[in-house]
């Protein structure tokens, strides 16, 4: 049988394992800018805390369309899309949570089209780790032996990929071609607020050493850690004297495509 090629759709943008969909809000943006067509941009995640922020936050920007972007909370290991689905595929910073992660970078491939490309970072360097470590030797709720079990999975996940290398061998066993990388470093500004607690002490993996079920009830002993000694060096105060969460991180940015099927 004869393959046809079709030309690829208007945009059709799908962010997994989106947080708070920060790379789908700066899709809206540019595409509006540049006047690009788009027929979807889908936000996923499957934390239902990091979904509503993510549908809280970009319902606010002026290129939010209700009928264009869908927020969905979805495993990125199990994608419930069609294969051939969308035009571009985005995951920021998510894939060290898998756990299987040629799964979900398969998952990835097969909803992308053919000629499509996929954004898709890793940590090199995340201050997180350093913070959720120090919040849960201020909460005093677990022994610094049970403190270091539980932060030793994360740790390993957070250097998952920091290799260039490896993090594009990984892209290649899974199907990708074209592959282009760079590393960047950035320093974060989050909003100090009970929105942002909410998703950390939502996330299955992230609450862990901060409370487990519990966390979410500790936004009071959270704000005690940011004001004490070993918590004020996260916080930085604007002019106006509004706070934020200062976090820098230094990440693997990869670009990839999915191969067109040849044309007879």
């Not at 350093?130 to 005093?140: C, D, I, K, Q, V």
């Not at 909003?191 to 862990?208: E, G, R, Y």
């Amino acid at each position: 049988n004869t393959t046809k090629c079709d030309s690829l759709r208007p945009l059709a943008f799908l962010e997994v394992a989106a947080g708070t969909g920060s790379l789908s809000a700066d899709v809206l943006r540019k595409a509006s800018a540049a006047q690009i067509p788009i027929s979807s941009v889908t936000v996923t995640d499957f934390s239902s805390g990091m979904v509503d922020k993510a549908r809280e936050d970009i319902s606010l920007m002026a290129e939010y369309d209700e009928d264009v972007v869908k927020f969905l909370v979805m495993d990125a290991q199990q994608l419930d899309f069609q294969d051939d689905t969308f035009t571009h595929v985005g995951c920021m910073f998510s894939i060290n949570f898998f756990s299987v992660r040629p799964k979900g970078l398969s998952e990835t491939l097969r909803v992308l089209q053919p000629g499509g490309l996929a954004t898709i970072g890793v940590w090199h360097k995340s201050d997180l780790t350093a913070l959720l470590t120090e919040y849960a030797e201020f909460l005093h709720l677990v022994s610094e032996e049970e403190l270091t079990a539980i932060m030793a999975p994360m740790l390993k996940m957070a250097s998952i990929c920091s290799n260039p290398t490896e993090f594009r061998d990984e892209l290649i066993q899974a199907g990708f071609d074209s592959i282009e990388m760079q590393t960047v470093e950035n320093v974060f500004l989050l909003p100090n607020d009970k929105q942002l607690f909410m998703v950390l002490a939502t996330n299955p993996v992230l609450s862990k050493p901060i409370g487990g079920s519990d966390a979410v009830n500790l936004y009071d002993r959270w704000q005690k850690f940011l004001q004490s000694t070993l918590g004020q060096k996260w916080v930085t105060r604007s002019e106006s004297g509004s706070e934020s969460i200062k976090l820098t991180y230094a990440a693997n940015i990869a670009s990839a495509k999915k191969l067109k099927q040849s044309c007879e």
